[in-house]
């Protein structure tokens, strides 16, 4: 008889729901289960409450967590209405991110007694399991369906099934025991010099596919949709996994010590760290051991070496100046390349994979030469591979409203992505679009294989606008219309394009740029549009827009909740508005000569926040060809904070007369502009909250240069 495969993560859609209903049922036990059983690795009570590293909680902790995570997503989800233990569910919430290497957690905290929170665990157990029994199903099940956080707490659990695992395999030994059900594998290579030399196998080019559609038929975290297509140019890459004997060659040659070989980052953890050998390989006497997770074993050189991303970027770049080759990590791209090209494929419900994952060989690391895939080895399974790619969203990526603050912390730059999964990766983590990413300096099961490439890995984008005025403004020009007010940017530049009739239309200068969209909108109809603003940071956003095409930015909900938007030029018709503009950081009252000879200048928002709006107007005809047109808009807000009394061009008595701000600027103008219709009100929004906008109305005059 087959042995008995720990359950796949179930497919969500199909005609029959009960069958479904069924296999929801069976995938939630056998988790739940599962996740007890790895505990019982520990060995007694002690066990729980000692940390086993530093940086995160004791193993009580993990132990209450998965249940809470269960009944604090599904009240959220109002699927469950009575909570079971408050004070547990608050208590076990919130785990201690792995934050910088040096960061503690200090905090007391009264951790109830393992029995307390076994029991607390039956009840979950019950709840869920009636749930599951008895709530509506209709299929599918996809991102926005009840169902979905069911699921969503069950890969929670598998998830936390393989970091546990990790914590356990770092706690002291006298804290854990071996277990009939948690076997290692009993293979390996205990000769140095009989493990297998790797070689470089030759990856033609190809383009990888990534993402996943929102129809997907199996649960997914947020960062797997979206989507994201490369051209992998042809690369080389390490047939097996980097082993324990591979890695000695480092050791031994003094890597560890060698500070050429490090990155500064990974200087920074080695020097912090001590670090002197890979963190499971124990010294003894002249020989290595291997800590496993409840046992030391004789060094198994054949296994893959586990280490962080900076011990295997050092190994790397030890290797490049050893051979002169153009030796790194693969990218996630390559890594897909690598899949793609071994044939792998998802692994079968209903048959052993043919992989050391999804616990279904060992319960430890094997051979780096047991499991083929083509011409290459644990291209999937095994180890995690580390890649030089620091994980970041996807075009069209969207946060799950359910579990907001899964991904985007990490969208930082500073957590890569590991991929194809280790032994025990189970659920969502074995399959193809899974996508986790730790701090470089984080250990998992987790090693590498390097490849060699011409190349440099690509870092994609990750980065969110966060500075909220920023925010205001991206949101303003490329975001959301509000109570029907139509784009106020896009209006100008529609109106400055109708006055321009046919007129020459070679250059425009939009002043006062700000995030720039009426330079986009401007350029639908100019040859050529320079964007300028006194705010190097405002610029940012058009400089990144035409660069990438796509900007990504938080809004603020309420107080610190924030949603998080991305915007395309393509989404706006203006990608081909990409190649017809500039950004520059200038003064309107002082620009440099070279920005002259416009047939358009739109001067929006700007005249009530310049510094001398006097001298700005004096000398503004410069700029403009003869006939030129002069687009003013303005709220006439006049503030000291930006223009001191004297400079205000309007908007005060003058000879106990009111004096406004048009009239200020028809006898600014009028020497070298003619007023060419009469002044209308354009209203704009901008929004601060999510319950809190400003309504304006900017008054638009249009100027033809006569003079
Ligand atoms: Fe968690």
Not at 637 to 652: P, S
Request: hydrophobic share 40%; net charge negative.
């Amino acid at each position: 008889m087959p042995p008995r495969l720990f359950e796949r993560t179930p497919v969500l859609s199909g005609s029959d729901a009960g069958a479904a209903r069924r296999e929801i049922r069976e995938y939630f036990l056998a988790t739940f289960n599962r996740y007890e059983q790895l505990f019982e690795t520990l060995a007694g009570e002690p066990s729980y409450f000692r940390k086993p590293i530093t940086l995160r909680h004791p193993m009580i902790f993990y132990f209450g967590h998965t249940a809470t995570f269960f009944i604090n997503k599904l009240v959220l989800a109002g699927l469950v209405k009575e909570r079971i233990n408050p004070e547990f569910e608050a208590m076990f919430a919130v785990g201690v991110d792995e934050m910088s290497w040096d960061d503690l957690d200090d905090a007391h905290y009264d951790w109830p007694r393992v029995d307390e929170v076994r029991e607390y665990r039956n009840r979950v157990r019950e709840v869920v399991d009636q749930l599951i029994q008895t709530m509506p199903l209709a299929l599918p099940i996809v991102w926005d369906h009840p169902w979905w956080a069911i699921l969503m707490c069950i890969e929670h659990e598998r998830i936390h099934l393989e970091t546990s695992s990790v914590l356990i395999r770092q706690h002291a030994l006298e804290y854990v025991k071996p277990h009939p059900a948690w076997q290692p594998c009993r293979k390996s290579c205990q000769d140095p010099d009989g493990v297998p030399q790797n070689r470089l196998v030759q990856i033609p080019a190809g383009e990888v596919h990534l993402g996943r559609e929102r129809s997907a038929d199996r649960y997914g975290w947020d960062n797997e949709y979206g989507s994201h297509q490369a051209g992998i140019p042809p690369f080389q890459a390490s047939r097996y996994l980097v082993s324990n004997r591979e890695f000695l060659g480092f050791v031994e040659d003094g890597g560890y010590a060698n500070d050429a070989c490090w990155e500064q980052e990974g200087l920074d953890w080695r020097n912090y760290a001590h670090a002197a050998h890979p963190t499971f390989w124990v010294r003894q006497g002249d020989g290595w051991l291997l800590r496993l997770m409840t046992e030391e074993v004789a060094m198994p050189w054949d296994w893959p070496v586990e280490v962080n991303y900076h011990e295997a970027k050092a190994f790397c770049n030890w290797k490049k100046l050893r051979t002169g080759q153009a030796v790194r990590l693969p990218s996630e791209d390559e890594w897909y390349r690598l899949y793609d090209f071994a044939g792998c494929a998802e692994i079968a419900h209903d048959r052993i994979a043919a992989a050391n994952i999804h616990l279904d060989h060992y319960a430890s690391s094997c051979p780096v030469t047991e499991f083929p895939h083509g011409e290459l080895y644990d291209v999937v399974g095994n180890v995690w591979q580390w890649t030089e790619t620091p994980i970041y969203p996807f075009v069209g990526f969207e946060v799950h409203p359910l579990y907001d603050d899964f991904t985007t912390p990490t969208f930082d730059g500073r957590h890569n992505l590991i991929k194809g999964g280790s032994w025990i990766s189970c659920g969502n983590e074995a399959l193809r679009s899974a996508r986790y990413a730790f701090r470089r300096h984080f250990f998992q099961h987790a090693g590498f294989r390097y490849v060699i490439a011409d190349a440099p890995a690509s870092v994609p984008e990750s980065h969110y606008e966060t500075d909220r005025l920023l925010s205001e403004y991206a949101e303003f020009h490329y975001g959301d219309e509000y109570f029907g007010v139509a784009n106020f940017p896009q209006a100008l530049a529609k109106i400055a394009i109708r006055a321009m009739g046919n007129k020459p239309a070679r250059n425009a200068l939009d002043l006062g740029c700000a995030a720039g969209r009426a330079t986009f909108e401007l350029a639908r109809h100019f040859g050529h549009v320079t964007g300028i603003d006194f705010s190097a940071r405002f610029i940012g956003s058009g400089v990144q827009l035409a660069k990438q095409g796509i900007l990504r930015y938080t809004l603020t909900e309420e107080g610190q909740l924030v949603s998080y938007k991305e915007r395309k030029l393509a989404d706006l018709e203006l990608d081909e508005a990409r190649h017809k503009v500039d950004f520059f950081q200038g003064d309107a009252c002082n620009l440099k000569s070279v920005f002259s000879g416009y047939d358009l200048i739109l001067a929006a928002n700007l005249i009530d926040r310049l510094y001398s709006p006097k001298k700005f107007l004096a000398a503004v005809h410069e700029r403009l060809n003869p006939g030129g047109i002069l687009l003013i808009a303005s709220p006439y807000t006049w503030l000291e904070e930006h223009t001191e009394l004297e400079e205000w061009i309007g908007g005060f008595k003058k000879n106990g007369e009111n004096f406004t701000t048009l009239d200020g600027l028809k006898k600014l103008l009028e020497p070298h502009f003619r007023l060419l219709e009469p002044p209308q009100d354009v209203p704009f929004v901008i929004r601060e909250t999510r319950h809190k906008f400003q309504h304006s109305l900017s008054e638009v005059t249009l100027w033809e240069r006569i003079a």
